[in-house]
């Protein structure tokens, strides 16, 4: 039995693992600033008496510490936390709404430096041999245009959680960055009109919650690597376009030109 913190789990990916997780017999508790939506989420899905939510802001350091107060007197401490919330706007560079800006960082970047702070001072003060599980994209791994303010916050997601884990791993604690291609979330909705957000239907067809599932149950949770990218070989591509990002300019017509055809396809099911 493992015990995990989930942010992001009023939807998508978070509300998804936490009932798995709670049904594989594991301590959950899940995590998210719509209180309701958390609600609605054990209702619907049945998450098992094991899984405890409460509200936190992954923006406040104040929250995250009562976060962790909350997982102690309630499940007992913490092995696993999974950062997962995200935000994500689309947008050409010149339509930026200069909120946007503020929000992309905050949450994507702010709230996953905030909660491995907060969990890595946790397991070196209880002497755990944690995990923390920081959710970045294939946007970590490449140029995405027209998802820029997305694409630089999951950059900047990647490198601190590297340097995170050459930090924590002689003390036990390690720093997995999980780089998924599209999955099919409310995230994605929000895409499926959008010319901007193209690139993120060029593939041949959006992960699932599932497949999310299963590659953290049966890779990253037993073997604790350092990177993991969903799919493989999605993710060899963007870490071609990442280190050679002419190339991936030169492609990117090509490219948009697939995915806008993904989005019509993802419009009309």
């Known amino acids: 039995m493992t015990r995990f913190l989930l942010t992001g789990a009023a939807s998508g990916i978070g509300r998804h693992l936490a009932g798995a997780l709670g049904r594989r017999g594991h301590r959950v508790v899940a995590t998210d600033r719509n209180l309701d939506g958390l609600a609605v989420a054990a209702q619907e899905d049945r998450w098992p008496s094991s899984v405890r939510s409460t509200f936190l802001d992954v923006t406040s350091a104040t929250d995250w510490a009562a976060t962790l107060a909350f997982c102690d007197a309630e499940i007992g401490g913490l092995d696993t ?8 706007a689309a947008g050409f ?11 992309h960082l905050d949450v994507n970047v702010k709230g996953v430096v905030l909660g491995t702070r907060a969990a890595a001072k946790h397991m070196l003060a209880h002497g755990t041999r944690g995990h923390i599980v920081n959710f970045g994209s294939l946007a970590s791994l490449s ?9 630089a916050s999951k ?3 990647r490198g601190f959680s590297l340097s995170a884990s050459v930090e924590l791993g002689p003390a036990g604690i390690a720093v997995s960055l999980v780089c998924p291609d599209a999955v099919d979330t409310p995230m994605l909705d929000i895409q499926k009109d959008r010319e901007e957000a193209a690139l993120t239907f060029s593939g041949s067809k959006p992960l699932t919650v599932g497949d999310i599932e299963k590659v953290l149950v049966e890779h990253v949770f037993p073997k604790r690597p350092l990177e993991v990218s969903i799919p493989m070989t999605r993710g ?18 090509m490219m948009k030109k697939k995915g806008l055809a993904g989005q019509k396809r993802s419009s009309s099911r």
């Open 81 to 88: 936390l999974l950062n997962i919330a995200g935000y994500l």
């Open 93 to 103: 560079v010149k339509d930026i709404d200069p909120s946007d800006i503020d929000k």
């Open 143 to 151: 140029p995405v245009p027209g998802l820029s303010l997305y694409c």
């Open 155 to 157: 950059w900047a997601v």
């Open 236 to 253: 060899i591509l963007a870490r071609v376009g990442g280190a050679a990002p002419g190339l991936a300019g030169a492609l990117y017509p």
